[in-house]
């Protein structure tokens, strides 16, 4: 199996920057992908994008084109989310997750425990 810890959640300030880092232990062939999803207070889960442990072109909510940068360390033992620009919509808890690559909860195998992202204006 792959597990996942997050690391990097706190408080930005409206328009601020945080990274976030998800440590991955292990590899299996369902986590093709490994992504981030947010889930906000009375809201869904979301995915916001996953990047392939293989290499390539990293899949991106529209929600967060353009603010939200995905990327692996070379040894892809560590996936980061660097997340600019940030507004009070950002804020909730994120989820580190390996599975499809592709932007569904319903496609992902494993998770970690979450860390949780506050925005003060």
């Known amino acids: 199996g792959v597990r996942l810890v997050e690391s990097g959640g706190g408080s930005a300030n409206s328009g601020g920057s945080l990274r976030l880092s998800c440590a991955v232990d292990g590899a299996a062939r369902d986590a093709e992908c490994v992504g981030w999803f947010r889930q906000a207070p009375g809201k869904e889960r979301e995915g916001l994008s996953a990047i392939y442990r293989g290499g390539g072109v990293p899949i991106v909510a529209d929600s967060v084109e353009g603010r939200f940068l995905i990327s692996q360390a070379i040894d892809r033992r560590t996936v980061y989310l660097q997340m600019n620009s940030l507004t009070s919509e950002d804020a909730g808890t994120y989820f580190c997750?390996?599975?499809?690559?592709?932007?569904?909860?319903?496609?992902?195998?494993?998770w970690g425990k979450g860390t949780l992202v506050a925005i003060s204006s």
């Open positions: 997750a390996a599975g499809e690559c592709r932007l569904r909860s319903d496609g992902i195998v494993y």
